[in-house]
Structures are given as C-alpha cells and as structure tokens.
C-alpha cells in the first residue's frame, strides 16, 4: 500500500502529522476519524511518488545506517542535556555526520526548528531516516517536558537493536564468505579446466556418461555464453527483490523462514526480542497503548508479526487486553512474552517487566547464533563434500572407461 504524509486535527484543535499507509486518502481519513482526527491534507510520500514514475530503482543505496543514527541520538542526548540549543546541536552533529544525505536532513530540521516548527514534527519530513517509533517518542518528549529522558531510552533501544543485529549478521558472515567461495572456485573450474578435459575426451572418442556431459555443457555454456548466465543473475536478483516488495512475496518468503528449522527460532527469538524492547520503550516514553501497537506493527520485520500486532492494537482499542489479545498468536509469539504482558497488566510494571524480557531474549538470540555457526560448518562442508565428489566422479568416470579399452 503507498504511503500518505498527512496533516489532521483532533477535535480540540490540535494539529497532528506523520506518515501512513492506507489504500488511498479516503481510507486514510477513516483510520484517523477512529483515532479522533480529521483528515486536512495528505500527499503521496516523495519515494513513492519516485517509485511509481521509476519502474527500476536501485536498493540499498543512499540510506542512514542505524550505527549513524545511533551515534546521533546518543551525542543529542549529551548536548541537550550539557544545554546546549537544539538547532546548535543539530548544526554541530551535522558537521560530523558521513552521510551527505543525513547531514542534509539535519540542517533542513535544524532550519525548520529556527523558523519555529517543533523538533517531532520537522522530523516527519524524514520518515525514510527517521521511523515512526523515534518520531513518536520525540513527540511525547515534547509534550511532558522529558525530551532528555526520551533521548536516553531512544539511544538505549538503537544500542540493543544494533548488538542484536551484529549478532544474527556476524552468525552469518562465515557461511556466506564460505559458499561464495565455494561458488567462486566452482565457476573457475567449469570454465577454465572442464573445457580443457572436454577436448580431450573430444579426441579420443569415448561415449561420455550423463554426469560427465553435464558438467562439460554447463562449462561450455558459462565460456561461450557468460553474458547470459551474468544476465540471469541480475534478472534472478532483480526479481526476487521485486517479489520481497509485495505483499504475498513478503508473506510467502517470511513463512518459509518460520518453518526452517535451523532458522526459525532465531526469527522468532528476534522479532520478539524487538517487539518487547519497543513495547517497553513506547510505554515508558508514554505513549498510549493503541499507538504504541501501530508503531510496533510498522517496524517489526516479519510480516506474521506485524500482521499480529496491527489485528491486536484493533483488539485493544476496543477494550480487550493486550495479553488476550495476543493469545491467539502463540504459535508466532513465544508463551512467556504472553505470560509476562499479563503479569505487568496486574502488577502496573509492563515496561520494565518487557525491559527484562527483552534483556532474556537477545541472550537467547546470542546463544542461537552461536550455535548456527557450529551447525551451519558441518552442514556447508557436507554439500562442499557433494559437490567435489560429483565434479571428481564426472571427469574421472571417462579415464576409467578408456583404461579399461586398454
């Protein structure tokens, strides 16, 4: 669904701005009529608007890395707290920023701040650097008067999710470099010594078995025909990308990765890890259940997950409770992320009771990437093994057949 940046008021004369997805402005001022706002503008996001008009775009290109953002938030905080002016802050942490784009961002917020715009609401013009969560928790900073407070869980929350990210990709840095080379050194044979081997057994004139033929026709496809296969390539990553973007790809893709074992319970172990540390987050910041729901629902990953949380935060604005509510999608959430919702129900303690949990979790997430590593090694060199075997047996079969011509 395409994003809307919006403007709505509440019945109080209040004005509120952000982003959201919605199918299109009419379903948009629904959503916001059940929150209690009216719909005054909404425009389609810039990127989507670029993105309708370009039917190819590049990924992973031009964005802020959360190690950046998390560097900011955690220099913001001491700043603030050192006294220092918002807009001095901001002009400072620009100067010291990498990325072009974010020091862009910077010195159009710090010029809208200057210009007497709030610091929540200039933020809105960047939801592509700045998520919905850090916008949010800026926002009831400002509002209660404890901006500093929320700069301090903001740089917490970054912290954990950037020590939980490195983790899962630094469990998955040996098996990649170890397959791409296992690729690479592939690739190199089938073109460099197969097609060699195929003229010789060219010239003696021997009936080559299946295997054999197979192995020699994909060397001789990859010499002759190397544009095509580099063709292939970038059309199979091009399209797999595509299909990530829709809704039934994500959905499709996001299944899988539950179901596989090795993979599975540190998916699971990962997106509950992230939903409780914002839960906590949110609550303690002060936002208000329903909302913090939304928010969670946008940033999780997994797309079950998010679908969970965004049918909960309905259940919740009806006046269910958020343990109940969630209490169908134990096979997704682990029971104990239930259980412990609940006790903080009855105890008043959710967001520390949820710090806690989260703390439990990206343990657990540690300890399973640990052993994906110690799993994943003997699993790569049993298809590494596979794969030297059937590459031997293939150029060796043909030499047995002519020694026993002999």
Not at 267 to 293: E, W, Y
Request: charged residues 25%; contains cysteine; glycine residues 6%.
């Amino acid at each position: 669904m395409p994003k809307y940046f919006y403007t709505a008021k509440s019945l109080k004369g209040e004005s509120e701005t952000g982003t959201r997805e919605a199918k299109d402005k009419h379903q948009l001022a629904r959503i916001l009529r059940r929150e209690g706002y009216v719909l005054i503008k909404a425009d389609l996001e810039k990127e989507e608007v670029k993105k309708r008009k370009l039917e190819i775009s590049l990924p992973f290109f031009g964005g802020v890395s959360l190690k950046e953002k998390m560097f900011f938030t955690r220099n913001l905080q001491v700043m603030i707290a050192s006294g220092l002016p918002l807009p001095r802050t901001l002009g400072i942490l620009a100067t010291q920023s990498r990325s072009k784009k974010f020091q862009k961002a910077l010195l159009d917020i710090r010029e809208e701040i200057t210009k007497g715009k709030s610091f929540s609401d200039s933020l809105a013009k960047y939801p592509d650097i700045f998520s919905e969560l850090f916008q949010n928790m800026i926002k009831i900073g400002e509002e209660a008067g404890t901006l500093e407070e929320v700069f301090k869980i903001l740089s917490q929350q970054m912290e954990r999710e950037h020590e939980l990210s490195s983790k899962v990709k630094g469990a998955m840095i040996y098996p990649a470099v170890i397959i791409c080379a296992m690729l690479g050194i592939g690739i190199l044979m089938l073109v460099m010594v197969v097609p060699q081997l195929a003229e010789t057994f060219a010239e003696l004139g021997i009936e080559l078995p299946a295997t054999t033929k197979l192995v020699i026709g994909l060397g001789v496809f990859l010499v002759e025909k190397w544009y095509l296969f580099i063709l292939f390539l970038v059309l199979f990553i091009f399209i797999f990308w595509r299909v990530l973007k829709t809704k039934k790809g994500k959905a499709t893709i996001d299944a899988l990765l539950l179901r596989v074992p090795i993979i599975s319970p540190i998916v699971r172990k990962t997106n509950s890890a992230s939903m409780v540390r914002t839960l906590s987050s949110l609550i303690a910041s002060g936002v208000p259940i329903v909302r913090c729901l939304e928010i969670i629902s946008g940033a999780l990953g997994n797309f079950y997950f998010k679908e969970a949380m965004a049918e909960a935060a309905e259940k919740v604005r009806k006046g269910e409770k958020l343990s109940e509510a969630l209490k169908p999608y134990q096979n997704i959430y682990p029971l104990i992320v239930i259980q412990m919702i609940e006790v903080g129900e009855e105890t008043g303690e959710t967001s520390s009771i949820l710090a806690k949990l989260a703390d439990f979790f990206e343990e657990e997430v540690g300890r399973a990437t640990e052993n994906l590593a110690s799993i994943i090694e003997p699993v790569i060199m049993l298809i590494i093994g596979a794969a030297v075997g059937f590459f031997a047996i293939s150029m060796v079969q043909p030499m047995y057949s002519i020694l026993g011509g002999l």
